[in-house]
């Protein structure tokens, strides 16, 4: 992990907290990968029924894009299966639901249509006839008024889709959708992002018009878009080479919530066969209380609009002010402007997801403000360490840089001064497992002074330059 320090995990409301430890401990995976998987599935619960307001007027959406770069062999599958599980469990009942309510609306609309066909045969005639067709007439006009309805499809996440079917799906009934993956190379290489102006306006839950050449234009309305993605940096790394340029100049990344958690593979050790799971249902029934409330209520309800308090409103001001003084020429946000504008507005969402999903009432407080204030700060130099100094990091550096710092923060998560290279051999990232291609990494770091090497008998021994152990 490029952040010095941890996900703030103590940041989160207690039932978030406690799910996100427990789903650590049931698979070991990165926190940083466990938190933005918990963020996309509040994100998705809260969106449609909250927005957030400060400043009198300002009022925006609280959904969320996260991208989460995770080597294969993290556990990102698990990790979401854990969470998702009711949801997707959802999905196959809504899906089911609406697959039987359709068979029923057809044989609904073949009757409707045999009997409008037949009242206007017979109003035809009674008109050629000369006969009375007021009676006709009438009931002709009772069917029109009241033709079978369609059933709504209720469809909560995305997948690898096209933007035009989540455009269309956007323009019906139904607002509130997720883009939503652990392995999210198909979305990257695929068609899912491939219009990024559309992207950008639903997380800025603008109104949108679709246009097809042969249908009437569309408008999409006040719809909710969460983005949870998570992608193998070699992949991100290609979908930058193809198409970085613009993602960046268009503002989406801009608006992502970015990382690449420290991996934990290589201390993935049983210490205990006993794990908890009290914690992992709490979190989900209040998940599903809040979604199924998205289902029952009337989807053109207006969304309740969250409020800072006083207190809060101050605090969010003295951050905005902190992020536009970062921007200047000499602030550690000068190199990411186009981020940085991003980042209050936010740090007012995680607020108002933190609030609401915690089933508090009333106006958001200070604390929860300062607990946003810390995950997005995290965020933020997450990005820093992405983004600013593209020679230095992960996406754009040479192997040898990667597998120092993969040696860096072995040795601080352990609290020790040193390695064995049949550790990297054995536990290191897989590129890294050639004996060959990690002795010529090895040979050039230490060229670089970056790193010392020593034997102890046939063992060979690797630390960190500057932290200089006796070996």
């Given at each position: 992990m490029f952040n010095d320090r941890p996900f703030p995990v103590d940041a989160f409301p207690k039932i978030i907290r406690n799910a996100i430890y427990e789903v650590?401990?049931?698979?070991?995976?990165?926190?940083?990968?466990?938190?933005?998987?918990?963020?996309?599935?509040?994100?998705?619960?809260?969106?449609?029924?909250?927005?957030?307001?400060?400043?009198?007027?300002?009022?925006?959406?609280?959904?969320?894009?996260?991208?989460?770069?995770?080597?294969?062999?993290?556990?990102?599958?698990?990790?979401?299966?854990?969470?998702?599980?009711?949801?997707?469990?959802?999905e196959e009942n809504l899906f089911e639901k609406y697959t039987h309510d359709l068979t029923i609306w057809k044989n609904d609309e073949a009757i409707f249509n045999i009997e409008k066909k037949a009242l206007m045969l017979k109003l035809k005639s009674d008109i050629q006839r000369n006969k009375d067709y007021f009676a006709t007439n009438e009931k002709l006009k009772d069917l029109l008024q009241s033709p079978p309805k369609a059933p709504v499809r209720f469809k909560l996440i995305f997948n690898d889709a096209t933007p035009a079917a989540i455009k269309d799906h956007l323009c019906g009934y139904w607002r509130s959708v997720g883009i939503m993956s652990d392995e999210a190379g198909a979305i990257f290489n695929g068609y899912t992002l491939n219009e990024l102006p559309f992207i950008n306006k639903m997380w800025d839950g603008a109104t949108f018009s679709v246009e097809r050449k042969s249908e009437p234009e569309k408008l999409i309305r006040n719809a909710r878009l969460t983005l949870a993605l998570m992608v193998q940096p070699d992949v991100f790394k290609g979908y930058l080479q193809r198409k970085g340029e613009a993602a960046k100049g268009i503002g989406f990344f801009a608006r992502c919530l970015i990382c690449q958690p420290d991996s934990t593979q290589g201390s993935r050790k049983i210490s205990s066969p006993v794990v908890s799971s009290e914690h992992l249902p709490v979190f989900h029934q209040r998940l599903m209380e809040i979604v199924n409330d998205n289902i029952t209520l009337d989807n053109k309800n207006d969304r309740l609009c969250l409020r800072f308090s006083l207190e809060a409103e101050n605090r969010w001001i003295e951050f905005y002010n902190k992020v536009e003084s970062d921007m200047g020429f000499f602030g550690s946000l000068s190199n990411c402007k186009d981020y940085a504008s991003k980042v209050a507005e936010n740090m007012a969402r995680v607020a108002s997801l933190l609030h609401y999903f915690n089933g508090n009432d009333g106006d958001i407080p200070l604390s929860a403000i300062e607990d946003a204030v810390k995950i997005t700060t995290w965020y933020v130099n997450e990005y820093i360490h992405l983004f600013s100094k593209p020679n230095e990091f992960t996406l754009a550096i040479t192997e040898g840089d990667e597998l120092y710092w993969w040696i860096k923060n072995h040795c601080n998560r352990h609290v020790v001064p040193y390695i064995t290279k049949n550790t990297i051999l054995q536990y290191g990232p897989n590129k890294f497992r050639n004996r060959s291609k990690a002795n010529e990494l090895l040979n050039m770091l230490q060229s670089q002074n970056k790193i010392l090497i020593g034997k102890r008998g046939k063992t060979t021994l690797i630390a960190i330059a500057n932290l200089k152990p006796a070996i």
């Open positions: 650590e401990q049931h698979t070991q995976a990165p926190q940083g990968l466990i938190a933005a998987s918990v963020l996309g599935v509040i994100s998705l619960a809260c969106q449609n029924r909250i927005d957030v307001c400060r400043l009198n007027n300002l009022r925006s959406p609280v959904s969320l894009f996260l991208l989460t770069l995770a080597e294969s062999g993290e556990r990102k599958s698990t990790v979401d299966k854990l969470l998702m599980k009711p949801l997707y469990q959802l």
